[in-house]
């Protein structure tokens, strides 16, 4: 491979990766807008009803009876993430429930919407699906909970490593080495997000389980799917990138998708 060439290859290289980095960058950046436009509609919203406050504490406590667990404290915010939609109902894309976990003890945190727009009903669903969260963290341990992203980090600096290699010593295997890791880093990327969905999955086949409720899980899922899922445009490339989004890069399945995994897990279950 002529001289001209392999530096050809070496700036294809560097873009390559400089690209990724941007994509990275951008990212942490959207995110972090997420959390500052989140933090400044909490801060301010009004304070939250006490009489909301009890209906989570209420909502947590009946289902982690049905369970036989402890339940975990909760706490009610005006919204998470950034609203969407008409700023006065409280809604974002942070959904309406979340999980968070300090120094080891989880708050399940509702949004004010969940409890003044569903029905008790769903608002429990919600919680029992939240609940599964909790339980399924305690049963997991903290590397495991990271080895994915220690895995991708050592996966691209060995893809570098490799193709840098491969430059200085066989150029003809800079171009293959490149198209190989960034195959293995989306590969691995895609794998993240399949393990996200099925604890999805998972915590909604707990709480259907724990509240055999499918009218109440049906309107759970109709709420997110009018309320809170990106909606579709109606043609041309956005409509075309959102259902991309939607179908492969999201953590969350579809909401009908959802919905069709728990009709068929109850459907399986013996009658009590």
């Known amino acids: 491979m002529t001289e001209p060439v392999a530096a050809a290859l070496l700036i294809a290289v560097a873009i390559a990766y400089l690209a990724g980095a941007v994509l990275l960058v951008a990212a942490l950046a959207k995110m972090l807008l997420t959390w500052s436009t989140g933090q400044r509609t909490r801060r301010a919203a009004a304070p939250i009803d006490t009489a909301l406050q009890q209906r989570a504490v209420t909502a947590m406590a009946d289902v982690a009876q049905l369970a036989n667990v402890a339940a975990p404290t909760t706490d009610v915010v005006a919204i998470l993430g950034a609203p969407t939609g008409a700023p006065e109902r409280g809604l974002g894309d942070g959904g309406l429930a979340v999980t968070r976990f300090r120094d080891g003890y989880p708050t399940v945190v509702f949004t004010q919407a969940a409890l003044t727009e569903l029905s008790p009903a769903a608002v429990q669903s919600l919680a029992a699906h939240e609940l599964a969260h909790v339980l399924r963290r305690a049963h997991s341990s903290t590397m495991a909970r990271y080895a994915w992203l220690l895995g991708y980090l050592v996966l691209v600096l060995a893809g570098l490593?490799?193709?840098?290699t491969a430059l200085a010593a066989a150029p003809q295997l800079a171009g293959p080495a490149m198209l190989a890791t960034m195959a293995a880093a989306v590969a691995f990327l895609g794998?993240?997000?399949?393990?996200d969905r099925r604890e999805e999955i998972a915590a909604d086949l707990f709480a259907?389980?724990?509240t055999r409720d499918l009218d109440a899980?049906?309107?759970l899922m109709q709420f997110y799917e009018t309320n809170l899922a990106r909606p579709r445009p109606a043609h041309g490339l956005g409509r075309a990138w959102?259902?991309?989004?939607?179908?492969?890069?999201?953590?969350?399945?579809?909401?009908?998708?959802?919905l069709a995994a728990m009709r068929r897990h109850l459907a399986n279950r013996p009658a009590d």
Do not use: K, S
């Not at 490593?161 to 840098?164: E, G, H, K, Q």
């Not at 959102?242 to 959802?258: G, I, V």
């Open 161 to 164: 490593t490799l193709t840098v």
């Open 191 to 195: 794998l993240q997000v399949a393990f």
């Open 217 to 219: 899980a049906t309107e």
């Open 242 to 258: 959102t259902r991309l989004e939607r179908r492969w890069f999201a953590t969350h399945p579809e909401p009908q998708t959802r």
């Open 208 to 210: 259907i389980d724990l």
